[in-house]
């Protein structure tokens, strides 16, 4: 018998929270917080749309 483990939160998901905390840091390093928010929106819409891409190849 084998048992399949399934993740409560996929590997892109945590990318794209991980993307947001960073450019929310980033955004708090240089003092403008919506600056940082828009980092991290950003930099997680690459992280899981090259993900993506990589298992649609």
């Not at 390093?29 to 919506?34: D, L, Q, S, T, V």
Request: overall charge positive; aromatic content about 8%; charged content about 25%.
């Amino acid at each position: 018998m084998t048992e399949e483990k399934k993740p409560d939160v996929r590997r892109g998901e945590m990318a794209f929270i991980f993307a947001i905390v960073l450019g929310l840091v980033l955004g708090v390093a240089i003092k403008k917080i919506r600056i940082g928010i828009l980092i991290g929106i950003i930099l997680g819409v690459v992280i899981v749309f090259t993900g993506w891409l990589r298992t649609n190849r």
